[in-house]
């Protein structure tokens, strides 16, 4: 299971940082991504990162502001939103996906297991 946390109301130019638990299941044998949800918009893919740790991608619109990171000792995955803009409102998911080391997947279709969702809303 997957409880994300960490939602609120921010103004642009502003900073959150989600957090997503995991419990049950060996966490260091899943991907983790954020996904979002804007309000009458499809999901789509925010972040990633792999097994490890050491490989991390992320969708276009928010490279250089949001960071992903994971603690599997703590069995955690978190995002660090920076520089938030109007368009970052969205219901963040964490999302979990079983991989092979080698393979960290940007497809949103691919990750099997969700949390509840978290809403971030930011205002001009």
């Known amino acids: 299971q997957l409880q994300a946390s960490g939602g609120g109301s921010v103004q642009a130019g502003g900073s959150l940082r989600l957090s997503c638990a995991a419990s049950?299941?060996?966490?260091?044998?899943?991907?983790l991504a954020w996904i979002r949800q804007a309000p009458g918009k499809e999901r789509e893919f925010v972040a990633a990162?792999?097994?490890?740790?050491?490989?991390?991608e992320y969708a276009d619109s928010v490279k250089g502001r949001f960071t992903i990171s994971r603690d599997n000792d703590k069995k955690k995955v978190n995002l660090q939103m920076n520089s938030l803009e109007p368009e970052d409102t969205a219901v963040y998911y964490c999302a979990a996906d079983r991989v092979i080391m080698t393979v960290l997947n940007t497809d949103k279709a691919d990750y099997d297991y969700w949390g509840q969702g978290t809403l971030v809303t930011v205002s001009s």
């Open positions: 990162v792999s097994r490890s740790g050491g490989w991390t």
């Open positions: 049950g299941g060996t966490f260091s044998f899943y991907a």
